[in-house]
């Protein structure tokens, strides 16, 4: 993780400032998923019936790719330099632009947006995020992530 002090975080506004190492979503990762989720859905666990569909066998949930932001940010995204914590703060907008098929690998590019101080210490930190499917030139997702870092 880029270590950053509040002085410099603005010059990384518009600044692509980190990709994730790739992460395989393998079936067992769907399945697990699946259970905690209670989404049985069949294109996600019942690879015979999904075979049947046009993506050809199980694809992830469109969650479990989001859900993978927060691992997938771990190395990526800049961290302020004193920071006591850092939270999720939401999403501006998602879009699930493709599937992930079972046994691909993912990784996300992130560009920061925008950063705002705010008062006891805050930043709001905004990155647009992109979702890269391994071998494929269509993103799984896109997304305008709200974080925030207390220093």
């Known amino acids: 993780m880029p270590v950053v002090t509040p002085d410099q975080i603005n010059d990384y506004i518009g600044k692509e400032v980190g990709v994730s190492d790739w992460v395989l979503v393998d079936q067992d990762r769907i399945d697990k998923f699946a259970d ?3 989404d049985l859905q069949f294109i996600h666990v019942d690879p ?3 075979a049947k569909t046009p993506f050809g ?3 992830a949930h469109g969650f479990l790719t989001l859900s993978m932001l927060s691992k997938m ?7 302020l330099e004193g920071i006591k914590m850092g ?3 939401g999403f501006e907008k998602v879009r699930f632009v493709n599937a992930v098929r079972a046994g ?3 990784r996300a590019r992130f560009a ?4 705002e101080k705010r008062s006891g210490g805050q930043w709001s930190l905004v990155y647009d995020v992109k979702v890269e499917i391994d071998g494929e030139e269509k993103p799984a997702l896109i997304a305008e992530w709200l974080t925030m870092q207390v220093v």
């Open 87 to 89: 939270v999720n703060y």
């Open 104 to 106: 691909k690998k993912i």
């Open 57 to 59: 066998g199980t694809i």
């Open 112 to 115: 920061l947006k925008s950063v």
């Open 48 to 50: 015979e019936a999904a």
């Open 36 to 38: 905690v989720t209670e």
């Open 73 to 79: 940010a771990a190395g990526a995204v800049l961290i």
